[in-house]
């Protein structure tokens, strides 16, 4: 039987064939589940309902994260197509403004791009879960994010984002407090780097996949099919007692220690 015969999964984030959360849909589509996805905005919208068409024909609606009455008039739809609750809910987003992606992060850090990485890439989680609990109430269901060790570490580059990484962490744990006794589920994966368009505003993001290949106890890079395979365990009836983990997915780059000068 397929891991998730009968689970409803909405999922947040998905931008091309080579985002995690397209990934997530696809293997998620094919371990029996059942899709609804969302667009940011209208040059993206054509794109994802091209991809839903060949998940089942899953619908897609619009949501900017930044925008509460976008995010309660997603769950008035989901409420609609699905009254008897969802399952699962997929969180892959995130944002900075490319500037802030490069040098040196007590130099180009500005209040603008600090609030914008945290508002879209850590506070989102908590709106969509606010929006969204009562309906995952309904079937016992789980939220999941995705992370990256930087939060933890630093990292050349990434800058902002792992502050907001390390505050979308926390968000995790407190969720995953706050909606228990609702039988609730909350949880992220820390993914090693991967090859996204997200991950292409990264300054020297080349010579970071390469430098991990190289000091990764299993001597690779994860590819976006290995964080999906997680994300279906963790959204399976498998883990149905693990909640407020982070759990990597990263070749254990995670127990490695520094990154060279030259990726800086």
Known sequence: MKLLAGKRVLILGIASKHSIA???????????????????????????????EGWGKAQAFPLDVQNDAQIDDLFSEIRSIWPEGID??????????????????????????????HDISSYSFTAVAKAGKDLLAMRGGNLLTLTYQASQKVAPNYNVM???????????RYLATALGPKGIRVNAISAGPIKTLAASGIKNFRKLLAHNEKITPLRKNVTTEEVANAAVFLS?????????????VD????????????IE
């Open 22 to 52: 397209y990934g997530i849909a696809d293997k998620m589509f094919q371990e029996g589940a059942e899709l609804v996805l969302t667009y940011q905005n209208e040059r993206l919208k054509d794109r994802v309902l091209t991809f839903a």
């Open 88 to 117: 699962t809910i997929i969180h892959s987003i995130g944002f900075a403004p490319a500037e802030e992606l490069a040098g040196n992060y007590a130099d180009v850090t500005t209040r603008a791009g600090f609030q914008a990485a």
């Open 162 to 172: 792992g502050l907001a990484k390390a505050s979308l962490e926390a968000s995790v």
């Open 236 to 248: 399976s009836d498998l883990a149905s007692a693990i909640t407020g983990e982070i759990l990597h």
């Open 251 to 262: 070749a254990g780059l995670s127990t490695q220690a520094c990154y060279p000068a030259d």
